[in-house]
């Protein structure tokens, strides 16, 4: 079993990362500065002997390296970010520091210290608004926000240093995250987060267009799982995959889903469509497929019930 840190273990998905790394047998060391992240999503996590939290910016200098010469881990996950485009459009600066700069210390320690792999949380932020789908790895990058362009240019930070230093970098390129630990308070969150509160408290859900808008919706256990993988799977080459469905699904099938789980639930509101709103987004899932020997089983009918469960009411 082997020793993998991972940035960003308190947030949405590096909880869930943690928790299977776990579940795996393997021991975790977590880094995270609650930026956005809470300390409650990692409650099963902190009770495992396996398990030790460190607390500090991992944009910050040598903080990640003091950590990483001490633990030495065969693997680190990089999840840590500022992970709103919203936010990377209002503050670039900060979008930099965080989502470059801090990329660059998970390289610089990985290089340092002789870290085996590293993947990275990237994004389908960086093939822009493509219209070209389901998009394959091999589309144009263009991305359209400052968050898009530092994701693409951590990935090409990384994979240079992991071929220059001999390390293995695998690139993650989640597309629409939904789960369990999703936060619903912040104004940057997913759709599913936004709709499952909604429906939860009793409100009518707004739906801006007609709801035939698809995404690529993918459970963050699948994803979790995808992490495990690209992180301790044998023999792994370096590269990039998409970490997605394949299948698309509207947003008024969401809310037929819901609709179910939630009995007696207000119909949508219909609203104008916002400007810049991408219409359809669909990943190609063959790459993860055959390097990682991943597939997401999770329907989002599954998915959804599982959220539905896990939710106060
Ligand atoms: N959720 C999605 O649909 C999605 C899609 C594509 C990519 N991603 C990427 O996946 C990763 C995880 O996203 P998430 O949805 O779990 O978000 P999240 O906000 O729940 O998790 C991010 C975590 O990183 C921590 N963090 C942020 N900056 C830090 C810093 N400088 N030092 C230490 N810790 C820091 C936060 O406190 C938080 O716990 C991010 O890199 C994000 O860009 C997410």
């Not at 590096?14 to 060391?29: E, F, K, M, N």
């Not at 495992?48 to 001490?70: G, I, T, W, Y």
């Not at 669909?282 to 390097?291: D, F, I, K």
Request: hydrophobic letters at 45%.
């Amino acid at each position: 079993m082997a020793k993998i840190l991972v940035t960003g273990a308190a947030g949405f998905i590096g909880s869930h990362t943690v928790d299977h790394l776990l579940a795996a047998g393997h021991a975790v060391v977590g880094v995270d500065n609650f930026r956005t992240g809470r300390r409650e999503n990692l409650a099963v996590a902190l009770r495992a002997p396996a398990f030790s939290l460190h607390e500090f910016d991992v944009a910050q200098l040598d903080a990640l390296d003091r950590l990483v010469a001490k633990e030495r881990p065969a693997a680190i996950i990089h999840l840590a970010a500022l992970v709103s485009v919203q936010e990377s459009i209002a503050d670039p600066e900060l979008n930099f520091r965080l989502n470059v700069q801090a990329t660059q210390f998970v390289a610089e320690a990985a290089r340092r210290h002789g870290v085996a792999r590293v993947v990275f949380a990237s994004s389908a932020a960086i093939y822009g608004d493509t219209t070209d789908l389901p998009i394959r790895e091999t589309a144009a990058k263009m991305p359209i926000s400052p968050y898009g362009a530092a994701k693409l240019a951590s990935e090409a930070l990384l994979l240079g240093h992991g071929t220059a230093y001999g390390f293995t970098v695998r690139c993650q390129r989640y597309f629409n995250v939904f789960g369990p630990r999703q936060d619903p308070a912040s104004p940057y969150t997913g759709v599913i987060s936004i709709f499952e509160r909604r429906y939860r408290e009793g409100q009518a859900v707004t739906i801006f267009g007609d709801g035939g808008q698809t995404r690529d919706f993918i459970a963050v256990r699948d994803v979790a799982r995808a992490n495990v993988l690209a992180a301790t799977h044998p023999g792994l080459a370096p590269g990039a995959a998409n970490i997605c469905t394949g299948r698309a699904t509207s947003l008024l099938e969401i809310a037929a889903i819901f609709a179910q789980l939630r009995p007696g639930a207000p119909a949508p509101v219909l609203a104008p469509m916002r400007p810049g709103d991408i219409r359809h987004s669909l990943g190609a899932r063959a790459v993860a497929a055959a390097e990682l020997g991943f597939t997401a089983p999770t329907s989002v009918a599954d998915g959804l019930a599982e959220l539905v469960a896990t939710s106060r009411t």
